[in-house]
């Protein structure tokens, strides 16, 4: 046997080893992308609607005030709502029905528009009774389940990716808050 042949049978050899280090290292890969794209976009959920229901609060503080409480309160939802559905996230994305910020604090719930109530607002204790004031909180949230998830959770050797907080009742929720007093 000459030099050549113990060449070429090495050569065969190592196609199969390269398949198998391929193998490997495309799952770890893969895993790492996965990773990334599946937790920077709550990431980036979170800080939007961080960033909207700011803008929304502060929207609402150039709602001129008017004598009734009621029709107060429907301007300033109406202020809410209209900075909400001009952002750039889809509708579908954007849930309201978030809980009070504090229990037993008197927060009522904003009147639902479209289907969804985007915060609560309370009066001040320490307002005057001949001009009341009040504290909004605006609330956005999302739902993250497993069945309407934006990108599907995916389980990688035993842990789920991604794996984001549950709250008391074991669901998850990106959610972003801001409050203001009017």
Same mark, same amino acid.
């Given at each position: ?67 009734? /409480?009621?029709? #107060?309160?429907?301007? *300033?939802?109406? +202020?809410?709502?209209?900075?909400? =559905?001009?952002?750039?996230? $889809? ?39 001949? /001009?009341?004031? #009040?504290?909004?909180? *605006?609330?956005? +949230?999302?739902?993250?389940?497993? =069945?309407?998830?934006?990108? $599907? ?30």
């Amino acid at each position: 046997m000459s030099a050549d042949d113990f060449r070429g049978a090495g050569r065969r050899h190592q196609r199969g080893a390269v398949a198998i280090e391929f193998a490997v290292l495309f799952l770890v890969f893969f895993a790492l992308v996965y990773a990334i794209i599946g937790y920077s976009l709550p990431f980036l959920l979170t800080l939007s609607f961080k960033q909207l229901s700011a803008d929304a609060a502060r929207s609402a503080v150039r709602v001129s005030p008017v004598p009734q /409480a009621a029709a #107060y309160i429907a301007r *300033v939802n109406r +202020q809410v709502h209209e900075v909400v =559905e001009a952002s750039w996230l $889809p509708s579908g994305w954007v849930q309201g029905g978030c809980p009070a910020p504090e229990e037993d604090a008197g927060w009522i719930a904003l009147p639902d528009m479209a289907g969804r109530s985007l915060g609560h607002y309370r009066l001040m204790p320490d307002a005057p009774s001949h /001009a009341p004031r #009040y504290q909004l909180n *605006v609330c956005l +949230q999302r739902a993250y389940d497993r =069945e309407q998830a934006i990108i $599907p959770t995916l389980t990688l050797f035993g842990v789920d990716v991604p794996t984001l907080p549950q709250d008391a009742r074991g669901e998850s929720f990106v959610r972003g808050r801001s409050s203001v007093r009017l």
